[in-house]
């Protein structure tokens, strides 16, 4: 079963995409920030990332562009974030994401990019 790590200090946030992503199949871990994001990846390998970008400690640009510098598989990454302009698109690519999604996002939306990066026919 694929692994899911969702980063965001909002618990309903984290709660909203957990339902989503368990309803469709994934086991899912989270985090409040990207410090403790880091401390679990470190531990466990993750197939994908779920990551806001305005968190205490170490947003999400820190995290992504800390977790590319680390010896361990290298999962994909959504950002997601209310951020909508197209420079908080430029910065999360260059720190590392793959995808970024506004919120707050259409559930098949979202299910459709997880799918894509996992590498799951999207039926």
Same mark, same amino acid.
């Given at each position: 079963?694929?692994?899911?790590?969702?980063?965001?200090?909002?618990?309903?946030?984290?709660?909203?995409?957990?339902?989503?992503?368990?309803?469709?199949?994934? %086991?899912? /871990? !989270?985090?409040?920030?990207?410090?403790? =994001?880091?401390?679990?990846?470190?531990?466990?390998?993750?197939?994908?990332? @779920?990551?806001?970008?305005?968190?205490?400690?170490?947003?999400?640009?820190?995290?992504?562009?800390?977790?590319?510098?680390?010896?361990?598989?290298?999962?994909?990454?959504?950002?997601?974030? %209310?951020? /909508? !302009?197209?420079?908080?698109?430029?910065? =999360?690519?260059?720190?590392?994401?793959?995808?970024?999604?506004?919120?707050? @996002?259409?559930?098949?939306?979202?299910?459709?990019?997880?799918?894509?990066?996992?590498?799951?026919?999207?039926?």
């Amino acid at each position: 079963m694929k692994r899911i790590l969702i980063v965001d200090d909002a618990a309903t946030v984290r709660m909203y995409h957990r339902n989503l992503l368990e309803a469709a199949g994934y %086991t899912v /871990a !989270e985090a409040v920030n990207g410090v403790e =994001a880091l401390e679990k990846a470190l531990q466990e390998p993750f197939d994908l990332y @779920v990551v806001d970008i305005n968190m205490p400690k170490l947003d999400g640009y820190g995290f992504l562009r800390e977790l590319r510098t680390l010896e361990i598989f290298q999962a994909p990454a959504i950002m997601v974030s %209310t951020e /909508a !302009e197209s420079n908080d698109h430029t910065r =999360a690519y260059a720190a590392g994401a793959n995808a970024y999604l506004v919120k707050p @996002v259409k559930p098949e939306r979202l299910l459709l990019h997880v799918k894509l990066l996992i590498g799951e026919p999207s039926a």
